[in-house]
């Protein structure tokens, strides 16, 4: 495969989402980190943004209170971007900045403590089982629409209060806002499903508000009802972010694994012979593969320089996580898939600083529990297609790492010695 050779065209790469850059992206961003490690670029949506890609400067930027995440401070930028229609479910904690995100946040701490998360380990166990109770054996099966999404799907709107007839459409409105493009067809899809979802989860407040429950979402209601936390826009947005975050993320992150776990047999055989390798697994994917490859955007709130490049004010700044997990100068042999790493926990994949992610414990949990199920009831699960024809998503600017499909054929027999215990 031929990749772009000087840091511009390596730029454009990245800022179009080229087809050879969303097969393998890691050459390039390799080659950025050599030659232009901050490096400026203008994606489609035509507003001038820096490319952070190596991990000391990733981590820096992740944490730097000049870079800011307050969309309202960068309205025109961010208008151009998503549209008008976006600032009604982007009112919330990814898109702002202390004392807002503070409080904002610590208003969704309470629902992903170790301890609650915890508590999640036995439903989420028979959502697994459920869900692989009717897949197919030994036939193909996509597992991202039979297994990668429905399963953090259920949990995040099981969290919420989401009913079930109600959930797949909801992931329907999510699956159109997260293929953001920037034509007038993309656009229009773009509003209406941004306008769909707005209405529903006004809706569903309304219905917590009159019948609540124990669920996440009567919690916020509640909370705003009793102290005035959050706005009426506060809590729709919030509520939409936790659903599309909660389980978009997950999925990708679970058809990652899975595709690399095949990819290299010899690490899966590992795991297999022995489970106490998972939690370790599960890092290894979010280091080498995590399916957020470029953080949300921050802007610069003031002229920043990075490693001598100026980032002048109000300008974008992009932060790629995959680039940064891929570092030399922070993982060795980065480009090697190793289940037993054991700087793999040193990864950017869920961010750094005041927004690292709230829902991290809860993405590992089910990650986990669902590789761990999978090839303890299959431990000789087989890609249909070979792992280096893999089908990505292919998105312009891309804020995902996920693939496009990902089929299996699924075969219970046990392994020789019957080793197929699950997390």
């Not at 106490?276 to 921050?298: I, K």
Request: charge should be negative; aromatic fraction near 8%.
């Amino acid at each position: 495969m031929t990749h772009a050779a000087t840091p511009g065209d390596s730029a454009a790469a990245v800022a179009e989402g080229r087809p050879e850059f969303r097969v393998d992206p890691h050459p390039v961003y390799a080659a950025l980190r050599q030659a232009a490690p901050v490096c400026p670029m203008r994606p489609p949506h035509g507003v001038e943004t820096y490319l952070i890609t190596r991990y000391d400067d990733a981590r820096a930027a992740l944490a730097d209170p000049r870079l800011s995440k307050d969309m309202y401070g960068a309205m025109d930028a961010y208008q151009r971007i998503f549209g008008d229609s976006s600032v009604a479910l982007d009112d919330n904690m990814l898109f702002s900045d202390p004392p807002k995100h503070t409080r904002l946040r610590r208003i969704v701490n309470s629902a992903f403590t170790p301890r609650r998360v915890a508590a999640l380990r036995p439903r989420i166990q028979r959502i697994a089982d459920e869900l692989l109770d009717r897949c197919p054996a030994r036939e193909p099966v996509d597992l991202l629409p039979r297994f990668a999404f429905p399963l953090p799907l259920n949990v995040i709107c099981e969290l919420l209060g989401v009913p079930e007839s109600e959930r797949e459409q909801a992931r329907h409105w999510s699956a159109t806002v997260a293929q953001t493009g920037f034509g007038p067809e993309a656009r229009k899809a773009l509003e209406e499903a941004e306008g769909a979802l707005r209405d529903y989860l006004v809706e569903l407040v309304a219905r917590k508000r009159a019948h609540p429950g124990e669920d996440l979402m009567s919690a916020l209601v509640r909370a705003q009802d009793e102290g005035g936390a959050l706005t009426d826009h506060e809590l729709v947005s919030t509520a939409w972010v936790l659903l599309f975050a909660g389980h978009k993320t997950t999925a990708y992150l679970i058809g990652n694994a899975v595709h690399h776990l095949l990819a290299h047999p010899d690490q899966s055989a590992a795991v297999l012979r022995d489970p106490e390798l998972w939690p370790r697994a599960v890092e290894e994917v979010l280091r080498f593969e995590g399916s957020v490859e470029n953080a949300t955007f921050r802007y610069a709130a003031e002229d920043v320089e990075i490693r001598g490049t100026l980032v002048p004010k109000g300008a974008l700044v992009q932060i790629a996580l995959a680039s940064a997990n891929r570092d030399p100068a922070a993982f060795g042999e980065p480009d090697r898939f190793a289940v037993t790493r054991a700087d793999a926990g040193s990864h950017l994949a869920f961010g750094h600083g005041p927004h690292y992610c709230v829902g991290a414990p809860l993405a590992r949990l089910e990650t986990r529990i669902a590789l761990a199920t999978l090839f303890g009831r299959f431990p000789h699960v087989a890609p249909v297609t070979p792992p280096q024809e893999a089908r990505w998503l292919a998105v312009p600017f891309p804020a995902f790492r996920g693939l496009a499909e990902l089929p299996v054929t699924l075969d219970p027999s046990p392994l020789p010695d019957d080793r197929n215990s699950r997390d």
